[in-house]
């Protein structure tokens, strides 16, 4: 069960809403809050600023690096310091820290602590090219850090029930049984969303997703609908969202292989682009 929740943090706006996302579902679930800042080790060593340096026909200077650094470092112990604030007025148990590196290694190296990373869908770096046509931050994070990943929106709405986007792949099942989890915890009601327009695939994904249901109900009270619709899965995911039945989406990560994604296109890439709630994904 999700017992440390790991939420890397910039500072920025969006930062700060996944905190409130993070300080709720540690409520929930009895959990405490790990933050984590990444002082990006280009921004202090990098060519980039050697470039601009010179562009402006201002060579760096004995300890310039040394002085971008101190700078970085305030700014992160400053942020840091708001985000223990925060929790400790919430009554939230947690902890803190900074590390200087490559952004998504260190995120993905310090996750093997936790059981969920939390992160906002754009924070103070979402323009740079890190992850280029293949996705984001998040997306490495979710491919690499073997733990579920969830990514929050620009705003925050309370919890009270969730979805599950099923299709009965290896990463759906796992989203599944953590589904249960999540709602056996916080009384989330749950909605299992099936896209397909094949009855019999349908009803071969619902008895799977009631033979799992049966396996939480000695210990939990799980409450579940299933849904069936026809379309294009993301598509039809995102309308599913945009009605506004529920404010958690939970689903499977990048199912297909890394070249079909560059040609065709992600579902989960398109869901976290367009989701205005947040969407909890499994690997």
Request: net charge negative.
């Amino acid at each position: 069960m999700i017992s440390k929740i790991l939420i890397p943090t910039d500072g920025s706006a969006n930062s700060l809403t996944a905190l409130e996302y993070g300080i709720y579902i540690a409520r929930k679930l009895g959990a405490s809050l790990a933050g984590l800042y990444v002082i990006d080790v280009n921004l202090i060593q990098g060519p980039m600023l050697t470039d601009i340096s010179g562009a402006a026909g201002m060579p760096p200077y004995e300890g310039f690096f040394d002085a971008i650094e101190k700078s970085l470092e305030e700014k992160a112990d400053f942020i840091l310091k708001e985000f223990q604030e925060r929790c400790q007025k919430s009554g939230i148990t947690s902890e803190i820290k900074k590390i200087i590196g490559k952004i998504s290694p260190a995120i993905i190296e310090e996750a093997q602590n936790a059981d969920l990373i939390l992160m906002a869908k754009k924070g103070e770096h979402f323009h740079l090219k890190e992850g280029g046509l293949l996705g984001s931050v998040a997306e490495a994070v979710t491919r690499h850090s073997g733990k579920p990943v969830m990514v929050t929106p620009e705003t925050f709405r309370e919890i009270e029930s969730m979805a599950l986007a099923f299709d009965g792949s290896d990463s759906a099942v796992k989203a599944l049984r953590l589904s249960f989890e999540l709602s056996g915890k916080a009384a989330w009601p749950i909605t299992a969303v099936i896209v397909t327009s094949d009855t019999e695939k349908a009803n071969a994904l619902n008895s799977r997703i009631e033979e799992t249901k049966e396996e939480f109900l000695s210990t939990a009270v799980i409450d579940c609908e299933s849904i069936i619709l026809s379309g294009k899965e993301s598509d039809e995911i995102i309308k599913f969202i945009q009605e506004g039945a529920v404010e958690l989406m939970v689903m499977g990560a990048y199912g297909h292989n890394r070249l079909r994604e560059l040609i065709l296109g992600s579902t989960t890439s398109h869901v976290i682009r367009k989701s205005p709630i947040p969407v909890l994904m499994i690997r």
